[in-house]
């Protein structure tokens, strides 16, 4: 009879025990694109090089319609002028500018000119689904500062490409491809053909929902190391390292990006006694408040 009994029915202990993970195969004709390789160090650049300026600035955008808008900025700050003497000076300064955009959904154009005679303008363009054109170009009255550059994006299903063209007889391709969901591996070559100088680089790129780390070596003896942890939904934490192994320079930074409601909030200190901070702040619609500072610690 005891044959005949049947079992207990399983305890609630028994069904919380966790069951082993499988791994998950990963799908390699399935990988997803990556970024362009000029921006594997994009969440790096963000909390540790922003447009770094001394002073504070305006800048408000008045929308006339969906696609077309114009913007004003005034900035007001110090500004180094040349001299023999080996200390700094700085004059206080002010400068306006005034912009024009339009935005559509296969168009983008975009034009800046300063009281100083600075002229910017910058052209997106969706050739089609995968190609785009890309142009920027600045005009200026100081001799040999005026420059140009064309490039020709193509977006495959695991990986860009990208040709440029600037003046100066620049010529330069870059590609990368994705190899894991996570890992993207890329290479670049450039031609000077004013300076007389060719190079070759090659990239690496690891990322996640919580971490970014990228690796660059060239030709020219740079190598650039960063790497970038996400905190929470509002704070990330950057470092970068930087060796040039022919001038024997090194160069070590970290950074935080905080990210407020109406403000953002970056900083970050070198390995050569710079700190640097950098607050947006959103006043209202259209208008934005910038206050930047740069010193070093002696």
Known sequence: MAGLVPPPPPTAAADTIPKPKEDEKVDYLNLPCP?????????????LKPELFEGMRFDFTKGLNQRFSLS???????????????????????????????????L???????????LNARVKCDLSENLTLKANSQLTNEPHMSH????????????????????????????IQSVTPHLALGGE??????????????????????????GQVASTGMVALSYVQKVSDKVSLASDFMYNYMSRDVTASFGYDYIL???RLRGKID????????????????????????????
């Open 189 to 214: 070559v450039f031609w000077a053909g004013q300076h007389r100088k060719s190079g070759i680089g090659y990239a690496a790129r690891y990322n996640t929902e919580k971490m970014v780390a990228t």
């Open 261 to 263: 409601r109406q403000c």
């Open 35 to 47: 970024i362009p390789y000029e921006e594997i160090h994009r969440e790096a650049l963000m909390s």
């Open 271 to 298: 390995s050569n006694g710079t700190v640097a901070a950098f607050l947006e702040e959103r006043l209202n619609m259209g208008l934005n408040f910038v206050l930047s500072a740069e010193g070093g610690i002696s």
């Open 108 to 118: 983008m154009l975009f034009g800046r000119i300063m009281t100083d005679g600075r």
């Open 148 to 175: 140009g550059m064309v490039n020709f994006d193509y977006k495959g299903k695991d990986y860009r490409s990208q040709f440029q063209l600037g003046n100066g007889a620049l010529f330069g391709a870059n590609y």
């Open 72 to 106: 004003h900025s005034v900035f007001m700050g110090p500004t180094e002028v040349p001299s023999q003497s080996p200390e700094t000076i700085k004059i206080p300064t002010a400068h306006y500018e005034f912009g024009a955009n339009f935005i559509d959904p296969k």
